[in-house]
């Protein structure tokens, strides 16, 4: 499978905005989904993951209550709705595809990033 992030942009502190990962090669609906992000200087980190029927998702606890994770496994599309953003969410978000739920820090399969900025 191969994944395609899209979406990013610039929004301002509190604002809003959704970003989507498409899939390609093979359906995702074996695979858990979930996003990852990397700011400057730091290392990746978890964000949100969700499981093969959209029945279970966690987020990582600074994100919670302001993203939300979900998914169309017949539109093979992942997406990130991510609201009040901070200037601290500024990074580059990464989609990811995994066998097993929650996912792992290595996942399976990773997809190109899309650049999140948040201006204060």
């Known amino acids: 499978v191969q994944l395609q992030a899209s979406g990013g942009g610039l929004a301002q502190a509190g604002g809003s905005l959704r970003i989507s990962c498409a899939a390609s090669?093979?359906?995702?609906?074996?695979?858990?989904m979930g996003w990852f992000r990397q700011a400057p200087g730091k290392e990746r980190e978890f964000v949100a993951g969700i499981n093969e029927n959209s029945s279970r998702n966690y987020y990582r606890g600074s994100v919670k209550g302001r993203f939300t994770i979900s998914r169309d496994n017949a539109k093979n599309t992942v997406w990130l709705e991510m609201n009040n953003l901070r200037p601290e969410d500024t990074a580059i978000y990464y989609c990811?595809?995994?066998?097993?739920?929650?996912?792992?820090?290595?996942?399976?399969?990773w997809g190109q990033g899309t650049q999140v900025t948040v201006s204060s």
């Open positions: 090669g093979r359906t995702i609906s074996n695979y858990a």
């Open positions: 990811a595809a995994d066998t097993v739920y929650p996912l792992t820090t290595a996942p399976l399969r």
